[in-house]
């Protein structure tokens, strides 16, 4: 096979982050079981593919023609399917969405993480699968990702330069302008398309990531699901106060369901939706959500589980897991903004819970306070390196439970380390990635401890990310 070259392929397996699986007859390899890894395929598709990379074993491709449909296709409900980075398999009917997440945590345990006969419980559904996410980043762009009828039209486009809406996939400069949205609710499509218009009016410009110039860079609208609070965060190059109120009292009298707007001001060249700093311009800065009997405070900047109605499932299954007695000391990795120590504050004696990033250590004592906690100390220290000085200074007493939370990478080979040294009887493990999930796991396993059960949760519908929540137990010998 040839980069470029167009083959025809049936789909007979699913791969993880969304790629259909064709197995091929080659000369080129001994086993003859070349493998072709299709986008935008499915298991019962016949397709043409057009091969864009090639590697000894391998191939990637993507889908130049369907043939014949898989049985498990539906029509998507969204205009702006297949074009923008968001939804990825909303053309897939969601009972196989799970079939096949729950497949791929199996396959990454047993092929990366080297676990023979992997035990798999039974996939939680989301309660959503529209209108589900409470937080939303758009971008803008200078570069509009253009569509197929104005590239065939006569007209002449005048606006290809401003953009607000989602990255279309594999490129960093164009944008897809987005007017509607099915993983936000209509009143978060009804503030993007209102922002856009506003500051096309204004003849503001979007943020350059080639030339550095520009004052427009993300909106961010974050949305409680109990408390019907809704946040407006508009991420920009420099300040510009006047403008911010403009914006902010047109929006008041347009949406007054918005309790909170905040401008982040960011200062670095790359295009990340955070600031190195923020402004108020309406209400407190923060909005606030429940998850369970837990209310939280969330800022601009914070982590907080995206599906805040699958969140309590999640945070239910990591308390079922760690089968706390109330006489426990509990360590809780990437702790945040505090959710999980706090969720489970009331099964345990004492808990630390350890996070980098500063604003979430803030929110995290603001969150034990809001729910008058007292057994629950975040600290902060960096994760990337041994945290045991931090506990040696502090003079923090060892871990019966560790709880772990890490971000899509996994964890620092130091911080697998460190948990091993502290030997507790138990790890529970929440990750996004069940690949780098297995990859931990694995090395944690090497010696003293065993995988117990494996839980996987679907907060992300339409999208091929997992969560999955790991127990592993201590062997005792």
């Given amino acids: 096979m040839k980069k470029g070259e167009l083959v025809e392929l049936t789909i007979n397996g699913y791969a993880?982050?969304?790629?259909?699986?064709?197995?091929?007859?080659t000369e080129n390899t001994e086993n003859k079981k070349f493998v072709v890894f299709v986008n935008g395929a499915y298991p019962g598709d016949k397709v043409i593919a057009e091969i864009t990379k090639v590697r000894k074993t391998y191939a990637v491709a993507r889908v130049n023609k369907l043939l014949s449909f898989s049985p498990h296709r539906i029509t998507p409900l969204c205009k702006h399917f297949g074009i923008c980075g968001g939804c990825k398999q909303q053309d897939l009917n969601y009972e196989y969405q799970l079939k096949f997440k729950q497949e791929q945590v199996k396959d990454a345990f047993e092929r990366i993480g080297a676990f023979n006969y992997v035990s798999v419980l039974p996939i939680i559904p989301?309660?959503?699968?529209?209108?589900?996410?409470?937080?939303?980043?758009?971008?803008?762009?200078?570069?509009?990702?253009?569509?197929?009828?104005?590239?065939?039209?006569?007209?002449?486009?005048?606006?290809?330069?401003?953009?607000l809406g989602l990255h279309v996939p594999n490129n960093f400069y164009k944008?897809?302008?987005?007017?509607?949205?099915?993983?936000?609710?209509?009143?978060?499509?009804?503030?993007?398309?209102?922002?856009?218009?506003f500051f096309k009016r204004k003849k503001v410009l979007p943020y350059s990531i080639k030339n550095h110039t520009g004052f427009l860079r993300n909106l961010v609208i974050r949305q409680s699901f109990h408390t019907n609070d809704v946040m407006v965060n508009l991420v920009t190059s420099n300040e510009n106060d006047q403008l911010l109120i403009e914006y902010t009292d047109e929006l008041k009298k347009l949406f007054p369901q918005i309790t909170t707007v905040v401008n982040n001001i960011s200062l670095k060249k790359s295009q990340v939706a955070f600031g190195d700093y923020e402004k108020v311009f309406l209400g407190s800065g923060f909005i606030y959500d429940k998850i369970g009997d837990w209310k939280f405070r969330i800022s601009s900047n914070s982590f907080f589980q995206t599906n805040t109605l699958q969140a309590e499932t999640l945070y239910n299954i990591a308390l079922e897991f760690a089968d706390l007695s109330g006489n426990?000391?509990?360590?809780?990795?990437?702790?945040?903004?505090?959710?999980?120590p706090i969720f489970i504050s009331k099964y345990a004696k004492e808990i630390f819970g350890f996070e980098s990033v500063a604003p979430a250590i803030d929110d995290a004592v603001a969150n034990a306070s809001l729910n008058n906690v007292k057994n629950f100390k975040p600290i902060r220290t960096d994760l990337n390196k041994?945290?045991?000085?931090?506990?040696t200074e502090q003079k923090i007493p060892l871990p019966d439970v560790v709880i772990t939370d890490p971000p899509r990478s996994g964890m620092n080979h130091k911080t697998i380390e460190d948990i091993l040294k502290l030997s507790p009887k138990k790890i529970v493990y929440i990750s996004c990635n069940p690949t780098?999930?297995?990859?931990?796991?694995?090395?944690?396993?090497?010696?003293?401890y065993q995988l117990t059960k494996l839980q996987p949760v679907d907060m992300f519908p339409h999208t091929y990310h997992i969560e999955c929540v790991a127990l592993l137990t201590k062997i005792i010998k």
């Fill in 386 to 391: 041994s945290f045991i000085p931090t506990l």
């Fill in 126 to 163: 989301s309660k959503n699968v529209f209108y589900y996410r409470n937080k939303m980043e758009f971008s803008f762009s200078d570069e509009r990702w253009l569509t197929e009828s104005e590239i065939n039209s006569d007209l002449e486009i005048t606006d290809k330069n401003f953009s």
């Fill in 16 to 25: 993880f982050e969304g790629k259909g699986i064709a197995k091929v007859n």
């Fill in 328 to 340: 426990e000391i509990v360590y809780d990795l990437f702790s945040g903004a505090g959710t999980i």
């Fill in 175 to 197: 944008v897809l302008d987005v007017n509607e949205c099915y993983l936000q609710s209509e009143l978060s499509n009804s503030i993007l398309n209102f922002t856009r218009s």
């Fill in 436 to 448: 780098t999930q297995a990859r931990d796991v694995k090395l944690l396993c090497k010696e003293k």
